[in-house]
């Protein structure tokens, strides 16, 4: 014991010396931002000079209440946002999650070669730029575009993607007879009418949800591959020798071994999900008709567009809280995974 | 309890070093003297094309060449935030466009420089144009120039459709035939920007329009605006207009010269634009159809703005002088299209585009952009609903943008 | 025997499907960016590029910034992986090895940084590159870049899981921590180097959100932020598709030919993403 201490009794400086840069980097532009940021949310500084002198006038929680409480312009597109993004995680993180474990059964079955090159087939789309992948499908989804000229192999034709404001939900009622109930246009919760809230993602989100489902599938498909070869092949045979068939075994032996991934990856989808900000800028821009606007590019375009940049920040903070909650959920799961 | 003092450490450090940051200007006025001698301008343009930024760049040369200067043109993609940002940085480029709609919130928080206000020749400039860069009584910028919207026909697809010039509308029941039998023979008929900027025209045709006339009361929910609104509507349902989107275009402009539509409303940089993309296609242009209360259409006008932070103030109010002489903005309407925004100016160019007689006549009677700060949101709100106007309400779209609009202009 | 035989048919069908479904789109990419305009407008879908063109190809190199965005992204790219390593597994290691005041308190930290949505730090990075007068400037591009909180744990977690001796062992031969880290340590943590580059690689050369908030002077634009601005375009700028779709394309060759070479350690990375959580 007194030798070891002994040996390891330089290690201060050394310890400090080896995380400094990476502290430093960390604190200066992750730390410090935050902090400036939760200041400049309690002001209202428009983007002349420093925020950090006594002229910029202070706004206490002004443009938080704003989001929530005051009737106005501010309040609607916050929650037209989180509509938006409300319905967009809705769609993205099941139909991603599903198909991500399909595609893994599928690939993971023994009876089947070629495991490697179908792997790196659907894994590939999620190291590209979100940027230049956007480039591709705004092309593909363009109304003469590719997804229209096979949907009218179909004999169906395509809508006009990225031009189209109606919600799905709106447009299958509509098919009904339904369309703007006065009683669920007349009333609403947090500035938008029940109507509006009830729209469903436009055919334009369609688009977007389409495109972020097709790039991760291939990550979480690879961590679901990762969780099958870790099932016990005893587990499997003995069901088998119990006579169960594929759907039987697939549900009573594998599916239950996979719980602990599934939660991982939903969770993991979720704090992703509400974080979709490269694909609007790149594709939408919040349009048509504020359909695709989500709280991430909602306060970018409030501070950078509109110079307000405390209400900018404020809804940063707001989406910032919904993240953590859902981050705290996904560690909490994991840790009582791993106990 | 150590680990807690190394933490309080470190954020004395950080603070401190952030206070030593020399990034922020810390105050907007005064610190910046106008220093003579040779300068080094940076103009930050919108350009609308390539046509544009080649001319600017050209005279920006020649000028810097003749005053001994430099200068660089920075053309900007999306010159609202790029310029944001700029100005947040305490770094603007000491001369830049200013957008009319855009002109009140630079020049409410102090960004701009009312170089215009004390300027030899100001009065040379058009009185309407002027009072679009007049904040609080100060004239602070001038006019590069200026445009109106008119209706762009493409004559092969007007034969091909078996129409003659008989055939074109000046008033909005012409146009609703006149487009049926376009749309009859397979052709989309009108394609028309799915913002406020062009379908206000409708409502000025109305005798409506978005704002009161002094700029101050939101007057979107009238029975005028609901006609023009209810019109254009009944066009886009019948498939007799349609959205550039709709078109597969990123505006109007480029579904005309790709033949995908008869007709287009835009304005003078449409030429411009036509002539460099597609320089085959055949077209007239006529003054906009008539609405119930007469001839309405829209103007458009951006200033030279000069930053209140620049360097090189002297030089650049010389520079804007430069560039808005009568014979450089006929310069520059012959290279992109636009109409000059000097008095002086207007018989040369009435004489020199003989074609342009529906824009100049559009000047007669245009109405100008809403000019107030703080609008912007609650304007990008309306083009939000003008772009679902397809299957909204349009009573519903006016009362949304009054009530905003009250709300940005009440406070 | 016929049902195994079936289901194995329609495994591969399934499989092909979906092959198509996620490769077809850079199929279409690779077809268009050769196409002239009208062509990709009439037949987005054809594979085959009639005429042949690289009409496209030749306006992005004289027409656009993109000899200037590559040349950036390089730069970017080659420093951010650098500093990321480097820093990423010196602090990885001291986190792991080293005893000294204040290391639980610098993990948890880290801990919490990790949680921090990237999107939501666009108006803080801007405020604080203003504040140290570094917006609009290659430092304000690089170095808030250069260490990652994801990188220090992926190293920590690596260094957790090597025993021990080697290092002692050369401890008590009396080399000091750096000889120790420099010549014993780094050697050893080769796979997990490896993996940490090809992630600082990958992630900085498609960073977007960051030089969003960074610089605005194009001539510091990197290859998203320039591709971003092409197809976001003012007026005027026409739709383009082929010239668009061939500068996405040049921007994805790198990060493909990374992704084939070293593909093993990016599935080991999604898949220690499983158990790490």
Redesign the interface.
């Known amino acids: 014991m007194f030798s070891r201490k002994g ?2 009794g ?3 400086p ?3 010396l ?2 400094a ?3 430093l ?10 902090l ?2 939760l200041w ?1 949310s309690l002001t209202r500084w ?8 006594g ?1 910029v006038p202070f706004a206490g929680l002004d443009n938080y209440t704003r989001l929530f409480t005051d009737e ?2 501010a309040r ?2 916050f929650m037209t946002s989180i509509r938006n993004n409300a319905y967009y995680v809705f769609f993205v993180v099941p139909i991603q999650t599903v198909l991500a474990l399909g ?1 893994a059964l ?2 993971n ?1 023994r ?2 070669k ?1 495991k490697g ?9 999620s ?14 989804f ?5 997804i229209n ?2 949907l009218a192999v179909f004999g169906i034709e395509g809508p ?1 993607w ?2 189209d ?2 919600g799905l939900l709106h447009i299958v009622l509509s098919k009904f007879g339904v369309s ?1 109930p006065s009683p669920l246009v007349d009333h609403g919760v947090f500035g938008l009418s029940w109507w509006d809230w009830l729209s469903g993602p436009s055919v334009a989100m369609c688009a977007i949800i389409s495109l972020v489902v ?1 790039t991760t599938s ?2 979480f498909m ?2 679901f ?3 099958l070869q870790n099932v016990p092949v005893q587990l499997e045979e003995a069901g088998r020798i119990d006579g169960a068939n594929r759907w039987q075994l697939l549900r009573h032996v594998i599916l239950p071994q996979l719980r602990p ?1 599934t939660f ?1 990856v939903v969770t ?1 989808g979720l ?1 992703g999900t ?2 979709v ?2 694909q609007i ?2 594709m939408s ?1 919040g ?4 359909t695709t606007l989500t709280p ?1 590019f909602l ?2 375009r ?8 405390g209400s ?2 404020a809804i ?2 707001v ?2 809280l919904i ?2 909650l859902l ?2 959920l ?2 909490r799961i ?1 840790r009582e ?1 791993d106990s | 309890m150590r680990s807690k003092l190394c933490g309080a450490t ?1 954020a004395a ?3 401190a ?2 206070a030593c940051g020399s990034g ?5 006025s005064g610190t910046s003297q106008s220093s003579s001698g040779p300068a080094d301008l940076k103009i930050m343009i919108a350009s609308s094309g390539d046509a544009e930024t080649k001319a600017v760049r050209d005279a920006t040369a020649q000028w810097a060449t003749s005053s001994g200067n430099k200068a660089e043109v920075i053309p900007a993609q999306d010159i ?2 790029q310029l ?2 700029a ?2 940085g ?1 770094t603007p480029p000491d001369v830049f466009y200013v957008d009319a709609a855009r002109f009140a ?1 630079y020049a409410s ?3 701009l420089e009312p170089y215009a206000q004390d300027m030899q020749g100001v009065d040379a400039f058009l009185p309407n144009l002027r009072q679009s860069f007049t904040y609080e009584g100060k004239v602070y910028c001038v006019p590069k120039d200026t445009s109106t919207l008119a209706l762009q026909i493409n004559t092969d697809l007007w034969t091909k459709a078996g129409l003659t010039d008989a055939d074109i509308p000046t008033t909005w029941d012409q146009l609703r035939s006149t487009s049926e039998k376009i749309k009859a023979k397979g052709i989309t008929p009108l394609a028309i920007g ?1 913002t406020r900027d062009r379908i206000g025209a409708f409502l000025v045709q109305a005798g409506g329009y978005w704002v009161s006339a002094d700029g101050k009361q939101a007057t979107g929910d009238t029975p005028p605006n609901v006609e023009a609104l209810t019109y254009v509507q009944s066009l886009l349902k019948d498939g007799l207009a349609k ?1 550039p ?4 275009a990123g505006w109007a402009g480029e579904a005309f010269g790709k033949g995908k539509a008869a007709m287009a409303i835009e304005g003078n940089w449409i030429k411009g634009a036509l002539s460099a993309d597609f320089p085959t296609i055949k077209y007239t242009v006529k003054e906009l159809p008539a609405g119930p209360k007469g001839k309405g259409t829209l103007s458009f006008t951006q200033c030279w703005g000069v930053a209140a932070k620049s360097k090189f103030k002297q030089q650049a109010v010389a520079f804007v002088q430069a560039m808005t002489t009568a014979d450089q903005q006929l310069s520059f309407s012959k290279s992109f299209g636009v109409m000059p925004s000097r008095q002086d100016a207007q018989a040369t160019y009435q004489q020199q585009n003989p074609d342009d007689a529906a824009f100049v006549a559009g000047a007669q009677y245009a109405q100008g952009p809403v000019n107030a700060p703080k609008m ?3 304007l990008a ?1 309306l083009d ?2 003008l ?2 106007l397809q ?1 909204g ?1 349009p009573a519903t779209v006016l009362q949304r943008f009054d009530k ?1 609009a009250k ?2 202009l009440g406070g | 025997m016929i049902r ?1 035989l079936a ?2 048919f329609l ?2 069908a ?2 092909i499907f ?2 198509l ?3 077809y ?2 199929v ?2 690779i077809a ?1 960016s050769f196409k002239t305009e009208a062509n ?3 037949n ?2 054809s594979p085959i590029p009639s005429p042949f063109v690289t009409d496209s190809l030749v306006r992005i190199f004289e027409g656009t910034g993109f000899p200037t965005w590559l040349g950036n992204s390089v730069l970017v790219t080659v420093v951010v992986t650098i500093g990321r390593v ?3 597994s ?2 990885g ?3 792991s090895r ?6 639980r308190a ?1 993990f948890a ?2 801990l919490a ?1 990790m ?14 590159l203003n ?2 007068g570094m917006y609009n400037s290659y430092a304000g591009l690089i ?2 870049l ?2 990652d ?1 994801t990188g ?1 744990f992926v190293m920590k977690q690596f260094f957790d899981s090597v025993p021990v001796s080697v290092e002692e062992a050369a ?2 031969d009396g080399a ?3 000889r120790i ?1 420099w010549s014993v340590v780094l050697p050893m943590a080769k796979p997990a180097l490896i993996t940490l580059t090809i992630l600082s690689f ?1 992630g900085s ?2 960073e ?2 960051h030089t ?2 960074s610089v605005q002077d194009p001539g510091l634009f990197t ?2 932020r320039g ?2 601005d092409l ?2 375009g003012s007026l005027g700028a026409g ?1 383009q ?1 082929p010239l ?2 061939g ?3 040049l ?2 060759i790198p ?2 030919i990374i ?2 070479i070293f ?1 093993r350690y ?2 080991r990375d ?2 220690a ?3 790490k ?1």
């Open positions: 040996i390891r330089n290690e201060q050394a310890g400090w080896f995380v840069p990476a502290v980097i960390l604190g200066l532009f992750m730390l410090l931002p935050i400036m940021a400049v428009n983007g002349q000079g420093s925020p950090f002198t002229d106005g312009l609607q597109d595609l599928i690939v079955n009876l089947l070629g090159f179908f792997r790196t087939a659907f894994y590939f789309p190291v590209t730029s979100s940027v230049a992948i956007s480039v591709v499908f705004l092309f593909m363009a109304n003469g575009g590719a000229a096979i006009q990225f031009s404001p109606r703007s097709w291939g990550t690879v961590m591959l990762a969780a991934t991982l993991l704090i509400w974080q900000f490269d800028y790149v821009q349009n048509p008709a504020k991430a306060s970018y409030t501070a950078f567009r509109d110079f307000d940049y900018g920040a940063s903070f989406l910032f993240i953590v981050t705290l996904q560690r994991t995974r | 470190l450090v950080l603070i070093t952030s922020f200007d810390d105050n907007g609202v935030q944001g940002q100005l947040a305490s919130d928080v102090g960004a799915d959205y989107k709709a078109l597969d912007d949101s609650v709100d939000a609903g772009q679902g299957n309400r905003n709300t940005a | 195994t289901s194995r495994g591969y399934i499989l979906f092959a479904v996620f490769l789109p850079f279409i990419q268009n990709a407008a009439d987005p879908l480097a820093f990423a010196m602090a290691y001291a986190l080293l005893r000294f005041p204040g290391r610098l930290g880290l940084l949680a921090v949505p990237p999107v939501v730090l666009l108006i803080p990075k801007f405020l604080v504040q140290l170095v808030p250069l260490a909180a220090i401890r008590i000091g921590s750096f880290f990958t050369w498609n977007f959100p969003l908030v290859l998203p591709l971003a197809v976001s739709t598709y668009k779709l500068a996405a394309l921007a994805t990060v493909a992704f084939v593909q990016f599935v999604a898949s993403g499983a158990d959580g």
